[in-house]
């Protein structure tokens, strides 16, 4: 199983998930990381994971304000190799590139993140998954929901033919709650795309845990509170 780990960015902090609560977040406070300082934790995160891609979910421009392009900028600079998949509430394609622009030559590591909660129509869905759509590496679809209700203004969960080669299964209720992978999500999912590469979110507690998510058809994990509690091993490179 592929560990993918996760930043959680807000106002320049790396803050702890916790149920998709995002207005009660807290700077994080990690068994591994002695500081919510951005670099200094993906730093310490991808070394862990010895991780190749490192998800950042910018919750200021995901409520509505200015992506942390400085943020990101600073992060693409002190992970040399690492990819960096990119949630900052993307509405469309051209506000992707917009933000792609900003950050500069490095914005080449970018994988942009096209969640279901933040897109804003089909026709937005469809736009940013033709070829060359984004300016960065292949964008990624997150099909989002919370307390079993889909968060989906423009109807992606019921457009299969619509979905990139990869997308993510992101279950925010049990965001940094380690209750567990929704296995029956990723499951319905697989079922309607059989050839779509899945990546969960949410529920992560341990290796058992990770061993049932391949178990069921997921291809990598995206992961923050349990490498923060220190209850999954160090990955050898």
Known sequence: MNLIPVIDLLKGQVVRAVRGDRQNYLPIVSALC???D???VAR???DHCAARQLYV???DALQGGAAQVAVVRQLLQAVPGVELWLDAGFADAPQAHAVCGDVGPLAERIVPIFASESLRSRDALQACFKPMATPSRQAILSLDRRDGQRLDAAGCWDLPALWPQRVIVMTLERVGASTGPDLQTLREVQAQSPATLLIGAGGIG???DLLLARK???SAWLVAS???DRRLPRVRG
């Open 34 to 36: 002695a500081s919510s």
């Open 38 to 40: 951005p670099v200094t």
């Open 44 to 46: 310490i995160l991808c």
């Open 57 to 59: 979910a910018d919750l």
């Open 206 to 208: 341990s290796e058992a």
């Open 216 to 218: 069921a058809g997921a």
């Open 226 to 228: 349990a490498l923060h």
